[in-house]
């Protein structure tokens, strides 16, 4: 009799084995996303995009509509809310993820890319806002401008403006050729600047990581004011501290607590 229990035991911690390990598997799979939205973007004047964990590109299309679409891997404890809409004359753009479970035991982690393909033409303003993911903007003209991620890496590159603004907490900002003021700041990481010229306004702050800007011309009419706690300056090979070029009618403010300053030509 107790062997008989003793095997009747073992067959159901058997079978209680097989299915934990089948619900582990399936917990332990990534889940395969492709969604595509497409609006009308005649109208469209503003644009506000809003994203939890992914990685964001805009890309401008000769085209008159525009298309978000979303791509990569999904955990499976995780529901996703995707929305894409005008509003008025605003293009508002949702990504989020939510647990489904108030424990997630699953390994996988999610990988998803958000893709929008706006029709080319100016816009008045443009914010996009990302919480762990890195951002890339390209060829695009926005009159005003503002790109935030809390982890992750911001390139903006060739982008017609008159205000930009750039935050960071952990990730290297990459801007290069994007006209406008320019006002970036980063926690952890680098800033980097690439530019046709330097008369115009600039603000960059830096808690760790170095600033360094390469400009194709000298500046004519820029006051440089710098800053640091730990690091060098170099202001084109020739200050090592503030510097006023011609009038000094646009203020470049350059500051670090930890890393180097360093503008070349």
């Known amino acids: 009799m107790i062997k008989k229990i003793s095997i009747l035991a073992l067959a159901l911690l058997l079978i209680g084995g097989a299915g934990s390990a089948l619900t582990f598997s399936k917990a332990n799979t990534a889940l395969l996303v492709s969604e595509e939205k497409e ?46 809409d005008v509003q008025g004359d605003t293009l508002v753009v949702k990504l989020d ?9 699953s390994f996988i982690f999610s990988s998803l890319t958000l893709k929008v393909y706006l029709p080319e033409k100016t816009y008045q303003s443009m914010r996009v806002a990302n919480n762990n993911g890195r951002v890339e903007l390209g060829q695009l003209l926005v009159k005003k401008l503002n790109v935030q991620t809390d982890n992750g890496q911001i ?5 017609v403006s008159d205000d930009v603004t750039v935050e960071a907490d952990n990730g290297k900002i990459s801007i290069d050729h994007v006209e406008g003021a320019l006002k970036g700041r980063v926690s952890n990481g680098n800033i980097k600047v690439l530019t ?32 640091k706690d730990n690091g060098e300056i170099n202001i084109l090979d020739q200050y090592s501290g503030n510097a006023q ?21």
């Open 97 to 105: 993820q939510q647990q489904r479970k108030w424990f997630n035991f």
């Open 39 to 84: 609006v009308s973007a005649v109208n469209v004047k503003e644009i506000q995009l809003e994203t939890d964990n992914a990685a964001v590109e805009i890309i401008p299309v000769k085209d008159s509509a525009a298309k978000i679409e979303v791509t990569g891997k999904q955990n499976p404890d995780y529901t996703l809310d995707f929305e894409a």
């Open 196 to 227: 046709k010229d330097l008369d115009r306004p600039i603000q960059l702050k830096n808690n760790n990581g170095s600033i360094v800007i390469q400009t194709e011309t000298g500046p004519t009419n820029a006051r440089f004011e710098v800053h």
């Open 155 to 159: 390139d903006l590159r060739d982008i």
């Open 245 to 265: 070029f011609g009038k000094g009618e646009n203020l470049i403010e350059l500051t670090t607590n930890n890393g180097k300053i360093e503008v070349t030509k």
